[in-house]
């Protein structure tokens, strides 16, 4: 740092700034990372679950010492109508396997031990501030503006979040549009860690991950979701924005409706609530991918948008964690050159098409508007639900083959519809 | 140039204590911790004639766990900050506290003007101020909303139950003040940079003269206090206002409320 200028200014201490922040120190550069909330973590949230393979990758044996509350080794499907459910069950070692397991995390523990890993490594954090513009000098980004404070900088790395109001400033990116987000809400219910283990048939430090389709969002794109953390359960739902009010229900009712449903309600049972929370997740994939850099600046994790959609689940943290590393690595390389213009930042991008980040935003990049097939959160759970419920369902009647019954029920989504949707659907996945 | 002390309290971030079960006893299991509220506004007073009328001004803090409070409270105004940190303050009364404050300002030597807030936020018993200036054999003025230096001592304003009391003096002084003096600091980027820049000195409880610290006074047990609700219901099933008016009555004599 010269005099009052640092190499690197991040604006945002959630996983993506505090792993850039993290590699930048350690290469020895003078790094400041800027938080909004009182402490890193503290207006973030997650669903739930991190998939461990590229912090490992930076951090190896990082679930050792981070916060994290259990590791997946079982994971359930369930499709739901109003008053029944239809379950697929997947439990195997194979989950727990180093590099490819997941972990159950807390934002507000977990971001606060990866901010302090950038810290030990040499980083600055201020946290409590709010950066309200950026310095932009013909057409360059050279630093930010918090309240009436200018801070330089060499080069800027926009790590604010989802509504990155600092990458519109900087002309990377449009306003957001309700149907390129999803709205998150989560309810974090505490219950004793041998009632969790009991209840989900799990030793200690093991977790559950549980998704829903169907009822939960009342037949609109979206799903909900269970996490078992250590002594909690963290249970919500996700839907697109634009879709809200659309079946008459407020999010809150929505939710309440969901905890009451018969497959849900037996699992929270006598846990107490310990937490709310709500926030939008980018779920436009590639459609919505801004402008990833600029003179002097690039744009990471959510604000970026880079979050894969699969229709009833998100996931975004594990690919702000490689898109923070990415950013870093062209800062070093752009460092060496003593040249922050665009043409030389553009060795980001290079990396993020080069890595499992746009490959799979490139795989998944039809699926949200093949998942806005409503048959699939409305007709499909019901189809599942009617086949079982003529296998299981004995009254003394005589039984009809389930061929036939199956069959007769398919014909009611209609079979052409049917098998295009399994064409389509195979064909995107 | 005067030197002017502020001292403030580490305390558990209340939000953040959870009342359990019927026995409501409190769960600290996920706390963070704060400066004080009222300090915040001893420190703003500091900071502010350390700003405008150049005097030095130090923060000084003592308790078990106090060193995660040094960037906060130096991004806030002081320029520098001399403090104890001992396992031995995990439990402490007013009495212990003032003492080491004591110790640590007589340490620092020829402070003119140490502030406090008027209580703390979790015991708030208003007893540190007080018994620091009887300690430091200085003046104790206490309930302060307004305070401006003078040539060799201060004029302050003191906000009473009953009207506002207006006193000067001479010589050194503690004062503890009201949050009605000032609106407390957002520290800024700039602020909060310069603090990693500023000193903390940090002293052991033999260097202020103190080896041994009596704890006259043992907490046993704390626990929630709620208010039950009793539920009564006065105009049920269509009662008229007079009738309903002279029921009410009857159950606020019945409940002693009304004589």
């Not at chain 2, 001292?7 to 079960?21: L, N, S």
């Not at chain 2, 509220?37 to 420190?43: L, S």
């Amino acid at each position: 740092m010269s005099g009052d200028i640092f190499d690197c200014i991040i604006v945002g201490a959630g996983p993506s700034g505090s792993i850039a922040g993290y590699l930048l120190a350690q290469a020895g550069l003078e790094v400041l990372i800027i938080e909004r909330g009182n402490f890193a973590g503290s207006k973030n949230m997650t669903g739930g679950r991190l998939y461990s393979h590229s912090l490992e990758k930076i951090i190896p044996g990082f679930s050792k010492e981070a916060p994290v509350e259990r590791r997946v080794i079982k994971e359930t499907v369930t499709m739901l109508t109003g008053d029944s459910s239809v379950s697929l069950d997947f439990q195997s070692e194979l989950l727990g396997e180093e590099k490819k397991d997941s972990y159950t995390v807390l934002r507000a523990d977990f971001d606060q031990w990866l901010a302090s890993k950038a810290e030990e490594a040499g980083a600055i954090l201020a946290s409590g501030v709010r950066v309200d513009d950026l310095i932009i000098q013909d057409g360059k980004v050279t630093g930010v503006i918090a309240g009436e404070d200018e801070m330089e900088a060499d080069v800027v790395i926009l790590a604010d979040g989802v509504n990155s109001l600092l990458a519109q400033k900087a002309g990377l990116k449009a306003e957001l549009k309700p149907d390129q987000v999803a709205v998150g809400i989560k309810e974090v219910i505490e219950l004793p860690a041998n009632v969790i283990e009991d209840r989900f048939n799990l030793n200690p430090g093991e977790g559950a991950a549980r998704l829903f389709v169907g009822d939960c969002t009342k037949g609109k794109i979206g799903g909900g979701f269970l996490y078992t953390n250590k002594n909690s359960i963290s249970l919500g739902l996700v839907f697109t924005l634009s879709d809200i009010g659309t079946e008459g229900l407020s999010v809150p009712q929505m939710l309440e409706e969901f905890k009451q449903h018969p497959a849900v309600k037996p699992l929270i049972k006598g846990g107490k609530l310990v937490e709310y929370s709500g926030h939008l997740v980018p779920e436009g994939g590639l459609t919505m991918l801004p402008k990833l850099y600029g003179d002097g600046v690039l744009v990471v994790g959510d604000a970026a948008g880079l979050v894969i959609n699969a229709g009833y689940t998100v996931r975004g943290m594990d690919l702000a964690i490689a898109s923070g590393e990415a950013a870093a690595q062209a800062v070093i390389a752009a460092q060496e050159k003593g040249d922050y213009t665009a043409p030389n930042l553009a060795h980001y991008k290079n990396l993020l098409d080069n890595s499992f980040i746009m490959r799979d935003l490139t795989k998944y990049q039809d699926f949200p508007i093949f998942m806005e097939n409503h048959r699939i959160f409305k007709q499909y759970p019901q189809l599942a639900v009617d086949i079982f419920k003529d296998l299981y369902l004995i009254d003394g009647n005589p039984l009809k083959p389930l061929k036939k019954t199956a069959l007769s029920h398919m014909k009611k989504v209609g079979i052409v519809n049917l098998l295009k949707d399994a064409w389509k659907g195979g064909k995107i996945l | 140039m005067k030197k002017i002390v502020a001292c403030y309290k580490w305390v558990v971030d209340e939000a953040d204590i959870r009342v359990e079960g019927k026995a409501r006893s409190l769960n600290f299991d996920r706390i963070k911790y704060k400066i004080s509220e009222y300090d915040r506004n001893a420190i703003e007073v500091g900071a502010s004639f350390n700003e405008k009328q150049g005097c030095q001004f130090l923060a000084v803090t003592c308790g078990a766990n106090v060193e995660a409070s040094l960037k906060d409270v130096l991004s806030r105004g002081p320029e520098s900050i001399a403090y104890v940190n001992d396992g031995a303050l995990e439990e402490t009364d007013s009495s212990v506290t003032s003492k080491v404050l004591a110790g640590i300002i007589k340490k620092i030597g020829e402070v003119d003007l140490v502030i406090c807030g008027e209580g703390s936020s979790d015991g708030y018993s208003q007893q540190v101020g007080p018994r620091l200036a009887a300690l430091l054999g200085y003046a104790s003025v206490t309930f302060v909303n307004k305070l401006e230096l003078t040539e060799d001592g201060i004029r302050a304003e003191r906000k009473l139950e009953d009207g506002v009391e207006v006193v000067e003096l001479t010589g050194p002084a503690v004062v503890t003040v009201l949050p009605d003096i000032n609106k407390p600091r957002i520290p800024s980027l700039k602020q909060i940079l310069a603090a990693k820049k500023k000193t903390s000195e940090k002293l052991e409880l033999a260097a202020i003269g103190l080896d041994s610290l009596a704890l006259k006074q043992k907490t046993l047990d704390v626990s929630g206090t709620v208010m039950e609700r009793k539920n009564i219901q006065i105009n049920s099933g269509g009662m008229t206002i007079e009738e309903a008016a002279q029921k009410l009555v009857q159950q606020l004599k019945a409940d002693g409320s009304l004589a």
